[in-house]
């Protein structure tokens, strides 16, 4: 019954993640998400809830779109997750648990509830917020979100999704003729 | 290059390597998709790479009393770090001293040759004879003409890809197909050209067409050469185990020890020539002592100096070779102090390049905000970045220098080498000019500058160290003559970047190369002469 359950959630968050960033009131309650991704995969680091909270925060930044997936599918969260897992030094571990909890505590403060309560577009108005200090972050919050947007990026543009579908690089095979434009046929100055 | 030359004259050699032989097409893997790798690529976190700023806040040694597992120089910072871990030095283990310095060590055979940067470029006259040009230093005992035959065969033997541009500061080579250009970096091109400059396709040590070696393919135009560090697994990139070392084992003249790391020129006591080499195994710590005809060593201008500092003897007090005292310190070329004079510095610099897609989508990523508009403008322009660095000359400077430091040792118990070494006010003046020329050469060809970035480096970021054991016609002030022999020991050979007079603003890897195989067809003729 309950294996069925989370089946059936697994289902509809994926068809949710093709559309989300069109369909407009998506909310996915916090238990159903987390036990949906802990299904999926076991987090090494974080909770479930943080789990979650990265995840849709990720998707925020670098949303689905009509041209290609967005974090989510590129399983960013699992990355950021494998490398704070890892970490030699408790600096970023410490830095991650206490900007998200920030995020939660900014989302209650600004829009009466935990970030993952909220309504998408609410949401995106928090992430609007942390994001206003962008150029010279001093508050956590700004902070963190500097720390979250490079991260994501870069877990998001070195995954499949990320170089294949988004920038359809085309480079790292072989080139019979090289890319480019010949320019040793110009003449020297 | 040594070995090469000199077994194909059919002399027997002995190559002597500190480090191990790695495979590197094994360890590089550079067709790994960042996504196929569990840290895309990156190295464990129990390891460390110096950041710049670790390098500007103290002085080496760097990795003492680090807590990490295994600490390396700041290019094990770059993408793709795991794939090289296996062929450059840890820090702890290789410490040095003295003033700031950003030393990139690599113990494998083949050394930096598996990771170097592939800009091949040849010297000219305005390098080989700067003092006759601007006054100052010294000139080069040898001319262009000297070497530019040296520098052909280096060509045809290793394979080299480029434009010909007829620049007298920038010889041009023996080309094979020359890569092509981004359309931001034709723009640039033809912006230049209007300046009287060039931009001109990477001269690269790269076989675009192919070379006659079994070990190497030619390039597959994968536009993947900014990975890993630099390694080539296919081996279109030169690199001497598969370009040179290989097909001299093939002679059957060549023999390898690897895991030697060599801490003296050893001295025949009754006539005070080199009589071989002692090395210590570093897997085992025994010691041994190999003895040869001559000896050419080739361990990296500041090992080498640091080797000759070491090999202290009855005859040679200060250490060998060191009677006179003084062993110590789109490419767009150099367009400075040609034809005009600037009042601020002398000599040159060029700028390395480039421009279009990468793999990601580089400082598109850095735009402001987020979500799809973000996205979107990520993508829109992630090929549309075009950047440079500038690389000028240091001027070779009596006070630069550097010794052996009695009271630090390495993990084999041999002395390590100490820095006494500062970039000048030429070298600051000459940067200020490089950011400022850089700045309206962009802004010629329409291109918005996003940044700027002024400061220099730590010394040694440029990982073209030369000069240590300079040569010339008078033993007083050079150690080596023009074949790169000792003046004191004649059997003795340093064939690395040790002889280089003045360093030049031309990347020094293909006249290295050029110099080493002229220095040693002259020895082969020498003992073949029995003039040794």
């Not at chain 2, 993408?79 to 840890?90: A, I």
């Not at chain 2, 005992?141 to 080299?160: E, H, K, N, Q, T």
Request: charged share 25%.
């Amino acid at each position: 019954m309950e294996d069925r359950r989370i089946e059936v959630t697994r289902r509809d968050l994926l068809k949710a993640a093709g559309v989300a960033a069109i369909a407009a009131p998506l909310v996915v309650g916090e238990p159903l998400a987390a036990a949906a991704a802990a299904a999926a995969e076991a987090p090494k680091f974080f909770t479930r809830g943080q789990w979650a909270l990265v995840d849709e925060l990720a998707e925020i930044i670098i949303p689905a779109d009509d041209h290609s997936g967005g974090a989510r599918a590129a399983k960013v969260v699992n990355a950021i997750d494998g490398w704070l897992a890892e970490a030699f030094e408790p600096d970023p571990k410490n830095r991650w648990v206490e900007g998200l909890a920030r995020v939660d505590a900014l989302a209650r403060e600004k829009k009466g509830d935990a970030f993952m309560q909220l309504t998408p577009e609410d949401r995106e108005a928090v992430v609007t917020i942390m994001a206003s200090e962008e150029a010279k972050p001093a508050s956590v919050e700004g902070k963190f979100f500097n720390e979250l947007k490079r991260r994501t990026s870069h877990f998001y543009y070195t995954s499949k999704i990320g170089i294949h579908d988004e920038l359809e690089y085309k480079g790292n095979v072989l080139q019979e003729e090289y890319a480019g434009i010949d320019v040793s046929k110009e003449g020297t100055n | 290059m040594a070995a090469w030359e000199l077994t194909s004259r059919g002399l027997n050699v002995l190559l002597v390597e500190a480090g191990k032989k790695v495979n590197t097409t094994e360890v590089l893997h550079s067709m790994e998709w960042p996504y196929d790798h569990p840290r895309r690529g990156q190295m464990s976190p129990k390891f460390h790479a110096l950041s710049r700023n670790e390098y500007n806040i103290r002085n080496p040694p760097y990795a003492q009393d680090s807590q990490y597992e295994k600490v390396f120089s700041y290019v094990q910072g770059w993408g793709g770090s795991d794939y090289s871990k296996t062929l450059v030095v840890d820090e702890k283990d290789h410490p040095y001293s003295g003033t700031k310095y950003a030393w990139v060590r690599a113990r494998a055979l083949g050394g930096k040759t598996n990771i170097w940067g592939r800009l091949a470029l040849r010297l000219s006259d305005y390098d080989f004879k700067g003092k006759s040009h601007d006054g100052y230093g010294e000139d080069w005992p040898i001319s262009y003409a000297d070497v530019a035959p040296y520098y052909d065969r280096v060509d045809l033997l290793l394979g080299i890809s480029g434009v010909k541009e007829n620049l007298p500061q920038l010889p041009d080579g023996k080309f094979q197909r020359p890569y092509k250009l981004t359309p931001s970096e034709v723009q640039f091109r033809h912006a230049l050209q209007k300046m009287g400059r060039t931009a001109t396709p990477y001269r690269a040590g790269v076989t675009t067409d192919g070379v006659t070696n079994k070990y190497r393919s030619k390039c597959f135009g994968r536009g993947a050469c900014s990975r890993h560090v630099g390694g080539c697994d296919i081996h279109a990139a030169f690199d001497s185990p598969t370009g040179l070392i290989y097909p001299a084992q093939d002679t059957g003249r060549l023999s390898i020890r690897t895991n030697a790391t060599v801490h003296e020129v050893t001295v025949d006591p009754a006539t005070g020539k080199a009589r071989g080499v002692g090395f210590i195994d570093t897997v085992t710590g025994k010691s041994y002592e190999a003895r040869a005809k001559a000896v050419v060593l080739a361990a990296s201008t500041l090992e080498s100096a640091r080797l000759l500092l070491l090999s202290k003897s009855r005859q040679h007090p200060n250490g060998i070779g060191n009677s006179s005292g003084r062993p110590g310190g789109f490419y767009v070329p150099r367009f400075r102090n040609l034809t005009e004079k600037q009042p601020d510095f002398i000599r040159g610099y060029g700028f390395e390049g480039e421009g279009g897609f990468g793999i990601g989508p580089g400082e598109g990523a850095d735009a402001p905000g987020f979500g799809k508009a973000w996205k979107k403008h990520v993508r829109d322009y992630a090929g549309a970045y075009i950047s440079m660095g500038g690389f000028g000359e240091v001027l070779p400077r009596y006070e630069n220098s550097v010794s052996i430091d009695p009271l630090i040792k390495d993990r084999w118990g041999i002395p390590v080498l100490k820095f006494d070494y500062q970039f000048g006010d030429n070298e600051r003046k000459m940067a200020a000019d490089m950011a400022q020329q850089a700045q309206e050469m962009f802004e010629a060809a329409g291109i918005e500058v996003v940044s700027v970035g002024k400061n220099l480096l730590t010394e040694g970021w440029s990982i073209h160290e030369l000069g240590t054991a300079r040569m010339g016609d008078d033993p007083r002030t050079s150690v080596l003559n023009q074949f790169q022999q000792s003046h004191d020991v004649n059997n003795l050979l340093v064939v690395d970047g040790s002889s280089h007079v003045n360093a030049s603003c031309q990347n020094p890897t293909w006249t290295i190369m050029a110099l080493a195989m002229r220095s040693c067809e002259h020895l082969a003729d020498q003992m073949k002469k029995g003039d040794l």
